[in-house]
């Protein structure tokens, strides 16, 4: 398969889409000439033109809401928001319109629409544009939530997302733009809801998301030469969370570890922990579960305080370490 970079993959995924459904459209801010923000839309404006490559003002809740009200009458938006942090100007239509449509009209209305969110830190872009909301968005009943950590993920992932009757927020995280990976040609679909074990383990279990993929899988290489065996199972999709495949990765190795970006007041660490503990895999734990989150701080400018606010490789490995070794 050829190698292709995660915005690539993106890309692809919303320009085939496009070629096959004539209602699928992409709405934001600098989407058409200027390509996108982080350029995933490169070249699509000559392709589509300006009826399907809606440039708009600089408004997330018209961006949202105009996608809202496309998807309830039969077309199927594509919403980029520069960064995830404007999603909260877009809550309304996102969170009050969208997500309760469908549920309202008792299954008879559809609101097929994505809004694409690239998130997370790392970027130097402090603390404004550079937070992880999934939380906010898997507490609203009717939203889905996806974070792909590869770029074969993103681009499976997004398809079936543009395919889905009902709103899907499709997180992106601003560092795995340029990360390269494997990904076939033409079509292929991940479904949502269905989680990834991206490195098998014995030990204990990671359970993450997102750019804390690659970062446990780079620690779970690293420990695994010295006998340690780390699993790390990717979400993919946060809500729905594939509750199963947590279970059944913890009864197999008696240890968990969430690791997400996030703040951890009110993150999804805590979810994933709930599901444990009320289901028959607390009964195989054989230490404590933990939780690697991000600081209670908004992201700093600085690059030192900026690296220190989220987990980094070193604070994964020291904390499997400690789980492994009965520490706590």
Request: proline share 5%; net charge negative; with cysteine.
């Amino acid at each position: 398969m050829p190698e292709i970079t995660y915005r690539e993959a993106i890309h692809d995924a919303m320009v085939e889409e496009m070629r096959r459904d004539e209602n699928v459209f992409l709405i934001g801010e600098d989407i058409g000439t200027y390509g996108g923000a982080f350029g995933v839309s490169a070249g699509m404006l000559a392709e589509f033109g300006p009826d399907r490559i809606r440039e708009t003002p600089i408004s997330e809740l018209a961006i949202v809401g105009a996608a809202a009200g496309a998807a309830m009458v039969g077309m199927k938006p594509i919403a980029e928001l520069m960064f995830m942090d404007f999603v909260l100007l877009a809550l309304e239509p996102l969170m009050n319109q969208a997500a309760k449509a469908r549920y309202m009209f008792g299954g008879k209305a559809t609101v097929p629409m994505v809004v694409r969110l690239p998130g997370g830190s790392g970027t130097g872009a402090a603390a404004q544009h550079s937070q992880s909301l999934e939380s906010i968005l898997m507490h609203i009943p009717g939203i889905k939530v996806v974070a792909p950590s590869t770029a074969y993920d993103a681009k499976g992932l997004l398809l079936s997302a543009i395919r889905d009757p009902n709103p899907v927020c499709f997180v992106e995280h601003k560092l795995l733009y340029k990360v390269k990976g494997e990904v076939p040609e033409g079509e292929y679909t991940i479904p949502l809801g269905v989680a990834d074990i991206k490195h098998v383990g014995s030990d204990i279990t990671v359970v993450t998301s997102g750019i804390m993929v690659q970062k446990s899988l780079a620690v779970a290489k690293k420990l695994s030469q010295e006998g340690i065996s780390v699993e790390v199972l990717d979400l993919r999709t946060l809500r729905p969370m594939d509750t199963q495949a947590i279970i059944n990765s913890v009864k197999k190795t008696g240890r968990l570890l969430v690791v997400h970006e996030a703040v951890q007041t009110g993150g999804w660490a805590g979810e994933v922990m709930a599901v444990v503990s009320s289901s028959e895999a607390f009964d195989y734990l054989d230490a404590p579960m933990r939780r690697l989150t991000g600081k209670d701080v908004p992201i700093p400018y600085n690059r030192f305080l900026e690296a220190a606010a989220v987990p980094q490789e070193d604070d994964i490995e020291a904390e499997i370490r400690a789980i492994v070794s009965n520490k706590y």
